[in-house]
């Protein structure tokens, strides 16, 4: 009788003990589950039971969602209002839904394409998102952000969680759809809160440029990117400038501005506010920027996200503190207008310039 040593018999136990477990894992467990639109069904049901009966407020079962949108640019710092979004029960959210155009030139060049494609994911149909989802499962700050997707391929797999029908489904399910659009001037989502049925809500974030700047440089995305140049980012401030102030006069209960510098200062309050707009009842998640001063060293978790937005947390002016006085002043020389328009104070005498002391923002003098 042959006589096994005590490491071959420990291995054969860990061999069996590994089989076992990928058995359980990717066989036995995905067929006992069940398909991602009743198993997210039952979630959001659940998570949503204390808001009463929505089934007004969801395609699946007849009713029209809450619909809104964050317009705003790479680098603004949305993702501090996004993050709270993506906790909020029952929101579903369409993130950066034209990362396949890359940037505003070539999401320009193809509006009426854009709107019918923004308008087709406002009623969860995906069949003009192709080239999303394509671009979409490459980027996982799109994965964390975009739908119920986070959730879904975790328990399920890439064929199935990314499927354009599965992916409508769920979609459907929800009483809350919002947007965050970066590719995409003011000035040509206009025409969606002129859609008949839509009874759309936009949200434009707003942030000082020498911040976005500042941020977009220590970013590779932004490498010979003409979106990253302060000369292109000031042009379109200015354009959503005039565009904001007819519509906050045409449309006061369905467009709003709102600024990172605030969401950062006061979180809770702006954040609250942001819900209020959107009519979404706020159920208050905890956020990693509360109790963050804006004006003090930034606190950042690398969470290994990758490109092409990778998201962080900074105080509203670490710029002041940072970023150097010959690259605060090239932003000025292009951005003036757009700076006078926002009430953003100019940094005049760079000789006796102090970040603890200086006020950025006029509304603040």
Request: contains cysteine.
């Amino acid at each position: 009788m042959v006589q096994l040593s005590r490491a071959t018999k420990f291995t054969g136990i860990c061999v069996c003990v590994y089989v076992t477990y990928v058995l359980f894992v990717f066989i036995l467990l995905p067929s006992l589950m069940p398909d991602v639109v009743t198993l997210q069904r039952a979630l959001v049901a659940y998570k949503t039971r204390h808001l009463g009966n929505l089934s007004n407020y969801t395609l699946e079962t007849g009713g029209q969602p809450l619909r809104s949108m964050l317009v705003s640019f790479r680098g603004s710092g949305a993702l501090t209002l996004l993050d709270n979004l993506a906790h909020q029960p029952g929101c579903y959210q369409h993130y950066a839904p034209l990362i396949a155009y890359h940037n505003r030139s070539t999401a320009h060049k193809h509006q009426a394409q854009v709107l019918d494609e923004l308008v087709a994911l406002y009623n969860c149909n995906y069949n003009k998102s192709s080239e999303m989802i394509h671009w979409g499962m490459r980027s996982a700050i799109f994965r964390r952000f975009y739908g119920a997707q986070s959730k879904t391929c975790l328990t399920h797999s890439l064929a199935d969680c990314w499927n354009p029908e599965t992916m409508a489904g769920v979609c459907k399910l929800h009483p809350f759809i919002n947007m965050a659009v970066y590719n995409m001037r003011l000035e040509y989502l206009v025409s969606l809160l002129e859609k008949e049925g839509l009874n759309l809500r936009i949200l434009l974030l707003v942030r000082d440029p020498r911040g976005t700047m500042y941020l977009r440089k220590q970013r590779q995305w932004c490498v010979g990117e003409e979106d990253c140049e302060a000369e292109t980012l000031c042009k379109d401030m200015v354009s959503d400038h005039k565009i904001a102030e007819t519509l906050v006069k045409n449309y006061p209960r369905r467009f709003e501005i709102i600024r990172y510098e605030d969401l950062l200062e006061h979180p809770e309050e702006s954040i609250k506010l942001a819900f209020d707009f959107y009519g979404i009842p706020m159920e208050r998640p905890k956020t990693k920027t509360r109790g963050l001063h804006s004006r003090s060293e930034p606190v950042v978790e690398s969470l290994g996200w990758e490109l092409p937005w990778k998201y962080s947390i900074q105080p509203a002016y670490e710029w002041m503190h940072k970023m150097p006085l010959a690259d605060i002043q090239a932003v000025q020389n292009v951005c003036t207008e757009a700076m006078e328009l926002w009430d953003y104070r100019i940094i005049q005498d760079f000789e006796h310039f102090s970040a603890d002391t200086f006020e950025p923002f006029m509304g603040k003098a």
